[in-house]
């Protein structure tokens, strides 16, 4: 059975999970969906719409950064050099795939996979009317437990391979990431994005325009109930962007990732596209046993 479909159960432990300051009403988001196109506030186009939820700005890699062979220092503008490989995206671990990357919980087994999409409604696409705000408002990551610890910074913690530093009680300074988009073993955070595997936009335009908000910022914020968020270099995300599986794919995890977008689309009910659920197929058809 699928979660959030009409139960009254779901709703409660939805807001069990998250702090109830940050629990709107569904008229408030009902009203917030249904905004003039006229009274939006519009960024400037650029491929990454989730830029400025990666950290405060001075820590900010800067747009011009590639990450070749560079150890950005916060408030810098310029990566230093360094020799180590792991900060190199040319150093790859291909004999690693298997248990390099640390994906998120509850990426379901291929057979089921397959189950699940199969199960998927098939829709048209569309994402108009989208902003990042529907999913959090203002904040890009909800605050978790008696210290408000951001999303970002628990995500990190977790998916680390292994343990985090930290400056005070929440902040990560430090851990080891390997990035499944790009290959890169990534030591420094700056250097790490939180991804959603099914991004926001393509939610939106899958079915959760029609949720109240309270649903999206659990979506947006889902460390444990399906397999959303996992860490990856901050120069692949920006390639990945708003794209499906049918326009991108991580090289050698081809897999996993699908795996792991089924099991989140399944997990909310949010319907596929039919180019999309032929790319998926093709690529779970081909997955070892």
Known sequence: ??????????????????????????????????????????????NFDELDCEGPEEDRLPPSDSGQGGVHQPGGTTPSPTSSPAANPTSTHRGLRADAVKWPKNVPDLDDAKRMLGELDVHTFDSSGFQRTYFGGKSCWVLH???????????????????????????????????????????????????????????????????PEYKRRAFANDLSGSPQLIAVSTWSN???????????LPKGYECMYSRSWVGVKDYYGLSVTNAEKNKLQQVLDHCPS
């Open 1 to 46: 059975m699928r979660p959030y479909m009409g139960s009254a159960i779901t709703s409660v432990l939805l807001t069990a999970a998250l702090p109830a300051a940050l629990l709107p009403a569904i008229a408030n988001a009902t009203a917030l969906s249904a905004r003039p196109e006229s009274t939006r506030q519009h960024a400037a186009a650029r």
């Open 145 to 211: 437990g008696a210290d408000k610890c951001p999303t970002r910074e628990l995500a990190l913690k977790a998916l680390s391979e292994i343990p985090v530093t930290l400056k005070g009680t929440c902040k990560v300074v430090g851990g080891r990431w390997h990035s499944a988009y790009d290959e890169m073993t990534l030591t420094n955070p700056l250097r790490v994005d939180i991804d959603h595997i099914v991004p926001l936009r393509v939610a939106w335009g899958s079915g959760a325009r029609d949720w």
């Open 238 to 248: 920006r390639e990945k962007g708003d794209k499906g599986p049918e326009k991108w």
